[in-house]
T-cell receptor, first 110, second 114 residues
C-alpha cells in the first residue's frame, strides 16, 4: 500500500534554531514529492522535488530528495515565529492522486 | 471572485441531516478534489473528478456523494451526517493531471456534526 510517513509529528523550538523535518515514502511509480505549509487555513505549496540529490531552496527553507533511500527532508534555518505551521509532505501516486503524510506541527517559541 | 471558493465556511448540523458543501473554481480546471483533514490523519482524499460528469472514489468515500454537472462546480453531499464526519473539508483543483505542483486548495469548510 502506498504511504507517506512524516516525523516528528510535532516539534517545538526556539526562534533562531534550525529544524529538520523528515518524510519517507513508499509509492509505486514514484515521480515527485511535494512539500506544503499550512497555517490554520488551506495548504500552500512550497517545493516539488523530482530528482535525487538536488536541493530546492527558497530563502531560509530548503529541501532535498533521496530517491534511493526513499525520503526527503525539509530544513528551516534561523526559524521565526512566522514559521509556526503544519508542514505537509505529499506524493502523487496512481492516477495522479496525491497522498499526504500526517504532517509535522512546528511551533516556534519567541 | 477569481480562484477557488468554498461555501459555507462553517457549518453545524445534526446527526442524520443531509448537508451539501459547495466548491467553485474560476480557472476551468479539469481536475477537482475533495479532502477531509482530521487531527492525526492529515489530508485524506474523499472523491475526485477528472472532468464534468466523471467522478471517482478516493481513500474515504463512504457516506459521501459527489456530482459534477459543470466544470466549475464540485459539490460534496453528506447524505446522512454522522459525528465521525466532523472535520475540515478542503476542495482543490488543478488543470493538468501531471502538474501536481499546480494544485490549489480552497479555504476550507469546518463542519461540526452534533
Amino acid at each position: 500500500e502506498d504511504k507517506v510517513v512524516q516525523s516528528p509529528l510535532s516539534l517545538v523550538v526556539h526562534e533562531g534554531d534550525t529544524v529538520t523535518l523528515n518524510c519517507s515514502y513508499e509509492v509505486t511509480n514514484f515521480r515527485s514529492l511535494l512539500w506544503y505549509k499550512q497555517e490554520k487555513k488551506a495548504p500552500t505549496f512550497l517545493f516539488m522535488l523530482t530528482s535525487s540529490g538536488i536541493e530546492k531552496k527558497s530563502g531560509r527553507l530548503s529541501s532535498i530528495l533521496d530517491k534511493k533511500e526513499l525520503f526527503s527532508i525539509l530544513n528551516i534555518t534561523a526559524t521565526q515565529t512566522g514559521d509556526s505551521a503544519v508542514y505537509l509532505c505529499a506524493v502523487p501516486h496512481r492516477d495522479d492522486k496525491i497522498i499526504f503524510g500526517k504532517g509535522t506541527r512546528l511551533h516556534i517559541l519567541p | 471572485d477569481a480562484g477557488i471558493t468554498q461555501s459555507p465556511r462553517y457549518k453545524i448540523t445534526e446527526t442524520g441531516r443531509q448537508v451539501t458543501l459547495m466548491c467553485h473554481q474560476t480557472w476551468s480546471h479539469s481536475y477537482m478534489f475533495w479532502y477531509r483533514q482530521d487531527l492525526g490523519h492529515g489530508l485524506r482524499l474523499i472523491y475526485y473528478s477528472a472532468a464534468a460528469d466523471i467522478t471517482d472514489k478516493g481513500e474515504v468515500p463512504d457516506g459521501y456523494v459527489v456530482s459534477r454537472s459543470k466544470t466549475e462546480n464540485f459539490p460534496l453531499t453528506l447524505e446522512s451526517a454522522t459525528r465521525s464526519q466532523t472535520s475540515v473539508y478542503f476542495c482543490a483543483s488543478r488543470f493538468s493531471p501531471h502538474r501536481v505542483d499546480e494544485q490549489y486548495f480552497g479555504p476550507g469548510t469546518r463542519l461540526t456534526v452534533t
